[in-house]
């Protein structure tokens, strides 16, 4: 069973950067597939990134490639986002989440078993 929260959202100004967190509290964070996924106000949840078990594979939404990067820290328990070059329309609630039916890469929301309650990234122009 893992808990996750994320910290590190805020107001910033477009072009501006901002790092998100994300603290696993389960025994078996080494283990999972991680990912990080943005829901805009009237929008549907929709990927932005994925990390593999060991960090070693990643892979990113067209739309924040580039600008986006994730990381781990296993002995943290603790997986980041690094964005850069924000802009307005990267304006969302931002979620983690972990999987335990894979330990590589995924894009896809069905994929994951625990999710964070979401940190708010707001990019103003």
């Known amino acids: 069973q893992e808990q996750l929260v994320e910290s590190g959202g805020g107001l910033v100004q477009a072009g501006g950067s901002l790092r998100l967190s994300c603290a696993a509290s389960g025994r078996t964070f080494s283990r999972y597939g991680m990912g990080w996924f943005r829901q805009a106000p009237g929008k549907e949840r929709e990927f932005a990134a994925t990390i593999s078990s060991s960090g070693g594979t990643t892979f990113y939404a067209d739309s924040v490639k580039g600008r986006f990067t994730i990381s781990r820290d296993n002995a943290k328990n603790t997986v980041y986002l690094q964005m850069n070059n924000l802009k307005p329309e990267d304006t969302a609630l931002y979620y983690c989440?972990?999987?335990?039916?894979?330990?590589?890469?995924?894009?896809?929301?069905?994929?994951?078993?625990?999710w964070g309650q979401g940190t708010q990234v707001t990019v103003s122009s």
């Open positions: 989440a972990a999987t335990s039916r894979t330990s590589y890469t995924s894009a896809r929301l069905s994929t994951y078993d625990y």
